[in-house]
């Protein structure tokens, strides 16, 4: 143990040289032993290139780095706020732009004694020439790698400059693509050769702000006989009794030698160590050692167990001396991706320490259109609210960035699955030789530096490249072009990344592409793969559409809403809400139409809102509405069906889109309706075949023993039929609980059906766990009387209670704050007849202004009052 200490401390102090910088950091490099990491984080400054001559010290401005051009520019008032109203149009400039970032640094005499310094860049967005004291070191074309470059021999004791110059990354595009004369014949974008973020050339969620800059971070590295590359604990094989795994270390040496290798780790609650005398030769040395943890404690994923983390820490020594440590986590779990031939055709399920897990979830997208906006208390705020929406998967989808450690770190300790795409979102990708070497780079530095995150259970291709194969301009290409394009197309996806994810994480499954199914042939009675489906909404089709199939696993399907009003507020001047239509409104609409197609699917099913209030509330409603349709149809579907990942998660911006979390973190209807609906266990009451049956899907790895209650209601909260029994449910599995047929239900009531409805409610020792309404006629029927709530309000040891009373059914009960930061513990709720529900609210505000500021409506004050649904 003792000896664990004294490596952490070391560690430590090599971070703590890694946090300063200028005559500070080169005192630092005098006194450190082993190798040592020099910021080289603060004190940039930018400037746009001029055409023609310009003055060496005209123009600088204060930067940030890691940072881009345009929050630069930003920080320094040059531009307004991209997001604010129509900005983004007016800022188009920027990317046409060259700029040029540089940093006055000192070396220290004991420095540039050691035997090899490093330039390092985590990150360069994109194409960038970067010079070190007027040398130029390197030619960067690619967002997604991690540069290094030895720059003793350009360094000096003293004061150095590190220049790095952005041109216009359109530019830049257009001159690679120039050189593949295939480009024209096969109609492949400029844009794709150079390796940069799809998303920020504009999606449809998302504004165009093609940035520039230094955008991961970046140091110095000095070194004498050896440095560690990469060091992963590799799962060879895992179960409950017993991990065998294999620290696998890859160390640089400067020449031939001996050098001793230690891994310490903790097996079975003691310190335990393996070590090596080893001798290296000059080059990269890969060093595999034997561990074997005895009843380790398995990571799951979350609502199946803990996610337990064991660290490890590999020291390299030479001469007596520690050059090197470097610490890694592992969670310690077996993934199989189980894809067997079955009666619907081919599963697709995920395994993990032998459950088959039915994958819950979210596509997430970048969360900024500036990654270095980004803080760890957002990535905690979204990824809290997946799991606290009962999610155990992301999908991370590639047209956006390979997100930071911390992300996928803070998946890890939540129990997130991430099904993680490799960076290539939709376009057709160049089929050069130089474009596949460089995708190969990228691969390998970007599973290199996740491989050891025990939430990744999927590497994939790309985002619906395979798809769209024959999308246009494709679709018109002669066949000869399409059979060159077709061959480029697997020596990347389904030869190159997978040889790089077999060779360096091979216990994780690849899978081709989202969507894909593995080029097999597909028919209606044989399923295979996962699907995007969007019959609904691109295909304009009703919600009751995602009934019809029976898909293997759904990696995309989504609704568009409006954020909620305060958001709205955030990127607008009142005259921009007076309607939906309004150049603002549509500004922060990037799907082509897609107001229209809100406005089209709320009409199906509501009357017209009463306010552009209303509009954003029932469009809310209307997507979560959708989307349980959707997701509780999955689930029933277990287990041929084993995955409903739905678009999309979060937003970049503030906008109307697929979102169920919006750009500042406030939940939209979808994610309480989505907490509900991916409730571990889930009482779905569902009309089929002429009669009414209620299911119960059990994500519980052990039967339970529950109380089924069932009650046909009218909507004053008459009691028209009930049914109330034990019920013993089934681990891993969706079962009919109960089947009622309609002429029971018709004739019970003889009431007018629009008016009443089904609770199913699903008690465990008194408690509820989980209960779900349904309607016998079509939303469009339900006649919904006018709503009477009550509200009160009480505090209590600083935590405020909201308890809201109706006499009638009221669906989507709906508590907002205006401007006030307030979180509840539930919102968009049924509340029953009669029924009262007590909220609970936090926030800094007082009990006077949440007072002052509460609103709570239900859908039918959605409406002109003659008008009520
Ligand atoms: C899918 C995604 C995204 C897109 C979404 C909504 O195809 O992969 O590319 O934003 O649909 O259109």
Redesign the pocket.
């Known amino acids: 143990m003792r000896k664990r200490i004294a490596l952490g401390l070391m560690y430590c102090a090599m971070a703590a040289t890694a946090a300063s910088v200028g005559s500070l950091a080169a005192r630092a490099q005098d006194k450190l032993p082993g190798n040592t990491a020099v910021t080289l984080d603060h004190g940039w400054e930018f400037r746009q290139v001029a055409a023609g001559t310009q003055d060496a010290e005209s123009g600088w401005l204060p930067a940030i780095v890691p940072g881009d051009v345009h929050l630069d520019l930003l920080a320094n008032k040059k531009i307004p706020d991209p997001f604010f109203r129509d900005n983004e149009a007016k800022l188009q400039w920027i990317e046409d732009e060259s700029w040029e970032y540089r940093l006055n640094f000192d070396v220290s005499a004991a420095l540039l004694a050691r035997a090899n310094v490093d330039l390092v860049f985590d990150g360069l967005d994109t194409a960038a020439q970067v010079y070190v004291n007027g040398v130029q070191v390197l030619n960067a074309d690619n967002m997604f790698r991690i540069w290094r470059v030895p720059v003793k021999s350009h360094l000096h004791q003293g004061r150095n400059l590190l220049r790095v110059v952005f041109p216009s990354p359109i530019k830049a595009a257009e001159a690679v693509a120039a050189s593949d004369a295939f480009r024209l014949k096969s109609k492949t974008q400029d844009k794709t050769y150079i390796r940069k973020a799809a998303y920020e050339y504009g999606?449809?969620?998302g504004p165009t702000f093609v940035t520039s800059g230094i955008w991961r971070p970046v140091r110095l590295e000095a070194w004498d006989k050896v440095r560690i590359a990469d060091f992963v604990i590799r799962q060879r094989d895992v179960s409950k009794e017993v991990a065998h795994l294999s620290a696998e270390v890859e160390m640089d040496a400067a020449t031939a030698g001996t050098a001793k290798l230690s891994v310490q780790y903790i097996d079975d609650g003691k310190p335990a160590t393996v070590s090596e005398t080893l001798s290296l030769h000059a080059g990269r040395n890969v060093i595999a050692m034997p561990v074997e943890i005895r009843q380790p404690k398995l990571w799951f994923p979350a609502g199946y167990g803990d996610q337990p983390l064991y660290e490890f820490a590999a020291q390299v020594s030479t001469g007596g001396q520690t050059a090197e440590v470097r610490k890694t986590k592992a969670g310690l779990r077996s993934i199989v991706l189980h894809r067997e031939l079955d009666k619907w055709g081919r599963s697709f399920e995920l395994v993990v320490n032998g459950i088959p897990i039915f994958a819950k979830g979210a596509?997430v997208?970048p969360f900024d259109s500036f990654p270095n906006r980004v803080k760890t208390a957002d990535y905690r705020r979204i990824l809290e609210s997946a799991r606290e929406a009962n999610m155990n998967m992301i999908r991370h989808?590639g047209?956006g960035y390979y997100e930071t450690d911390e992300f996928y770190s803070i998946c890890d300790e939540l129990g997130i699955m991430v099904w993680q795409d490799f960076m290539f979102?939709?376009e057709w990708q160049p089929g050069t030789y130089a474009f596949k070497l460089n995708i190969e780079a990228e691969a390998e530095d970007q599973v290199r530096r996740l491989r050891n995150h025990p939430s990744i259970v999927v590497w994939s291709g790309n985002?619906?490249t395979e798809l769209g194969k024959n999308w246009p301009p494709r679709d018109t290409l002669p066949l000869d072009v399409k059979g060159q394009m077709w061959e480029d197309y697997l020596t990347e996806f389904s030869g190159i990344i997978p040889r790089v994810v077999a060779r360096l994480d091979p216990e994780v499954p690849y899978w081709p592409s989202?969507p894909s199914a593995d080029y097999e042939p597909l028919t209606d009675t044989y399923q295979s793969g996962d699907i995007?489906d969007?019959t609904v909404?691109?295909g304009r089709v009703p919600f009751s559409e995602y009934e019809k199939h029976h898909w293997r696993f759904v990696t995309?399907f989504?609704f568009q809403s409006f954020p909620e009003m305060s958001t709205v507020e955030a990127f607008t001047d009142a005259e921009d809400r007076t309607g939906i239509f309004t150049p603002v409104m549509l500004a922060h609409q990037k799907?082509k139409e897609g107001n229209s197609i809100i406005h089209d699917y709320l009409v199906k099913d509501y009357p017209e809102p009463k306010d552009f209030a209303s509009f954003l509330y029932v469009s809310q409603v209307l997507q979560a509405e959708g989307i349980k349709i959707g997701a509780e149809h999955f689930r029933r579907s277990r287990p041929e069906t084993m995955g409903s990942i739905f678009?999309?998660l979060n937003d970049c911006w503030p906008v109307a889109s697929?979102s169920s979390i919006d750009y500042y973190g406030r939940w939209k209807a979808l994610q309480y309706y989505a907490r509900r609906f991916y409730a571990p266990i889930l009482v779905s009451p569902h009309v089929e075949d002429g009669s009414l049956k209620v299911y119960i899907v059990s994500d519980k790895t052990e039967n339970k023993m529950a109380t089924l209650r069932v009650r046909l209601m009218d909507f004053d909260g008459k009691v028209l039929l009930e049914d109330s029994h034990p019920v013993d449910v089934t681990a891993l599995s969706s079962k009919v609980y109960l089947d009622w047929p309609l002429t029971k239900l018709t004739d019970a009531g003889a009431a007018d059906t629009s008016r009443m409805f089904v609770e199913a409610e699903l008690t465990h020792g008194g408690t509820e766990v989980s209960r779900n309404l349904t309607y016998l006629v079509p939303v469009k029927q339900i006649q919904l009387k006018p709503a009477r709530l009550t509200v009160e309000t009480s505090q209590d040891k600083g935590i405020y209670k909201i308890r809201v009373t109706s006499p009638v059914l009221a669906r989507s009960v709906y508590l907002s704050f205006r401007n006030l930061d307030v979180k509840v513990s539930d919102n968009y709720f049924n509340l029953l007849p009669g029924e009262t529900t007590e909220i609970t609210a936090t926030g800094p505000a007082s009990l006077d202004q949440l007072r002052a500021k509460l609103q709570v409506r239900s859908l039918a004050d959605a409406f002109p009052s003659d008008d009520r649904r």
């Open positions: 999606w449809d969620w596509d997208i989808w047209g979102g939709n985002n619906e989202s995007h969007w909404w691109h995309e989504g799907n678009w999309q697929w």
